[in-house]
């Protein structure tokens, strides 16, 4: 459906997106996810054809874009977006869903019925003769949303819809995309800084770090499996750790870390630079040391407790610095302090190995 | 005061007693003026968006020139007009000078830089987001244009208003190139500057009245067909739907 070629833009001196190779397959959800300010946008208005790249191709349904302006409006009118503050008209919330299906030359009773069906999919029905400029930012991120939708787009282009909504529009514009879009087997590619957002919605996903896309793949693989620090960094690793390998028998490593050794699986060689990723959730805490199958137990002091609803972050100083992720619960329980002694344990197939 | 209340009262019976100089004066009054202002407006807003909507070398300094000519003086305009289309000018040939159609296209030079510049400004009012919403929801160039000139649209009407009460309440220009003739070019302006000059403040008074109230009643008739036109729009919808 979507393929971007070694696309490369710049405002002025500033280098946005580098080489991003990337191809987008019918009825597949797409998310970007990356840091602000990664160049996730201006991916977004480069395939939606509002600009023209420095470099690189991009072709839609098997046809390379070109410079043509009537050519890029035939296939403009084949797509639509939702960027993240939509601008409304100052007209009737009808006017503007109704807007993409009349410069369409769509009218009469088609036009009311496409329209009128878009405001029932995103909860607006009845809304037809409000002023648009008078809604919430929830209401007017579902109006930009039906009216997008009215135009049955074979391309949606998303551009984090939710960013400034309260959790409850969150999630409604979340099972919006999740039930009617993919029910409809429309294709959409969304961009979000907000990593859970991707997982929850993607079907694949692309890390956008300082214009270049590091990686892309299912959602498990890149939160299971970043491909290198930034990524591991932005999907929550944290704790990442440098270190060298100094045995590997049949896959099982030893990564030597400040006097200490951390037991992974990888097929690095003897002597090579890596960095151990542990995400927090994988580490589990004990007073005493653990005799479980985990292969890795480190004793170390608490330097820190952070709750935050039912979870608690436990920093730890095990010669390393080390971050857990536990139930609040658990805290209650164990009665953990700051300066508490503890046992750090993760199991061998916890740690994943970056590339140093 | 004494003065002003008896004009008053002149004026109120000049109407209603349908003095048959003071209709035809008004009525040629409404007739240069506002033919004027919709050749103005026909002419200008789209410059006005053509200006605004490209990118060019010159753009800053060319709206800055516009701008300065808001306020060029109206005799100034007639005395090119008369250069222009006097028996010895350019345009001489055509022989309208001292004809209402000369009187229109004093006026629309009059008007153009205002008309041209306020439209410049009203667009400038109006989010660049609105555009790009147009242009990504599909809209060709036209289109996306025609878009944010709806949302200017109460600003645009204020330049052609405003454009309006510069054509209509001018003397130089109309004086000068129009000559003020009794039944053929004289207007509000011409006939007031006269009357005064013959000694009879009360009728020029009188004859200031409705051309106040004309523009009054003109400004309040567009605001409404405007916000009439609004209503409608949203009875449609809300039928429609």
């Known amino acids: ?356 | 005061m004494h003065a002003i209340a008896d004009a008053f009262v002149l004026a109120v019976k000049m109407i209603f007693t349908g003095d048959p100089e003071v209709y035809s004066i008004t009525a040629r009054t409404l007739e240069i003026s506002l033919s004027s202002t919709v050749i103005g407006a026909l002419l200008f807003v789209p410059l006005g968006c053509l200006i605004y909507f490209n990118h060019f070398r010159g753009k800053r300094t060319l709206i800055s020139i516009i701008q300065t000519c808001y306020s060029l003086p109206t005799v100034f305009v007639g005395l090119l007009v008369f250069l222009v289309f006097s028996r010895a000018g350019p345009l001489g040939v055509f022989g309208i000078m001292f004809t209402p159609q000369v009187m229109v296209i004093g006026q629309v030079v009059l008007i153009s830089a205002i008309v041209t510049g306020l439209t410049i400004s009203a667009l400038s009012g109006v989010s660049p987001a609105i555009r790009e919403t147009a242009i990504s929801l599909g809209a060709s160039r036209f289109q996306s244009v025609w878009a944010v000139l709806k949302e200017a649209r109460f600003a645009v009407l204020t330049a052609i208003l405003v454009g309006f009460g510069r054509a209509i309440s001018e003397v130089g220009l109309a004086l000068m190139v129009g000559g003020n003739i009794r039944g053929y070019t004289r207007v509000l302006t011409t006939a007031i500057s006269l009357e005064t000059g013959k000694g009879e403040v009360a009728l020029s008074l009188a004859l200031g009245f409705i051309l106040v109230a004309l523009a009054l009643i003109v400004t309040v008739l567009a605001n409404r067909f405007l916000r009439v036109k609004e209503v409608d729009v949203a009875r449609s919808q809300g039928s429609a739907s």
Do not use: W
């Open chain 1, 1 to 356: 459906m979507l393929e971007v070629k070694g696309l490369h833009h710049r405002y002025g001196k500033a280098e946005i997106l580098k080489n991003i190779d990337l191809g987008i397959e019918q009825g597949e959800v797409f998310v970007t996810i990356g840091p602000t300010g990664s160049g996730k946008t201006t991916l977004l208005r480069l395939v939606g054809l509002l600009e023209r790249p420095t470099s690189g191709h991009i072709y839609f349904d098997g046809h390379q874009v070109n410079n043509s302006e009537r050519a890029r409006l035939e296939i403009r009118r084949r797509m639509a977006m939702v960027s993240q503050k939509p601008a409304v008209f100052n007209a009737s919330v009808f006017d503007n869903v109704a807007y993409g299906l009349k410069v369409r030359k769509e009218k009469g009773a088609s036009l009311s019925h496409k329209v009128t069906k878009a405001l029932e999919t995103v909860g607006l029905a009845g809304y037809d003769r409000r002023n648009a400029q008078t809604l919430s930012g929830g209401e007017t991120q579902r109006v930009a949303l039906a009216r997008a939708l009215a135009i049955e787009p074979e391309l949606l282009l998303l551009d984090e819809p939710t960013a400034n909504l309260d959790p409850v529009s969150t999630s409604h514009i979340e099972k919006l995309v999740t039930d009617v879009i993919k029910r409809s087997n429309m294709t959409v590619m969304m961009a979000t800084h907000d990593m859970f957002q991707g997982q929850r919605l993607a079907d694949r996903m692309g890390v956008l770090v300082a214009g270049q896309m590091l990686q892309t793949g299912n959602p498990r693989e890149i939160f299971s499996s970043p491909r290198g620090r930034e990524i591991a960094e932005f999907v929550g690793m944290e704790n990442i750790i440098a270190g060298i390998i100094t045995s590997n028998e049949e896959g099982i490593v030893d990564i030597k870390i400040d006097g200490n050794a951390i037991e992974a699986i990888s097929n690095f060689g003897v002597g090579e630079a890596v960095y151990a990723g542990i995400r927090p959730e994988e580490i589990t805490l004990a007073r005493t040391k653990d005799t479980s199958s985990a292969r890795n137990n480190f004793p170390g002091e608490i330097t820190r407790i952070v709750l935050f609803g039912p979870l608690a972050r436990v920093e730890m100083n095990c010669g390393f610095h080390l971050v857990a992720l536990i139930t609040k619960r658990s805290t209650e329980e164990m009665n953990l302090q700051t300066g508490d002694r503890i046992h750090a344990s993760f199991k061998a197939t916890g740690v994943h190995v970056i590339k140093g």
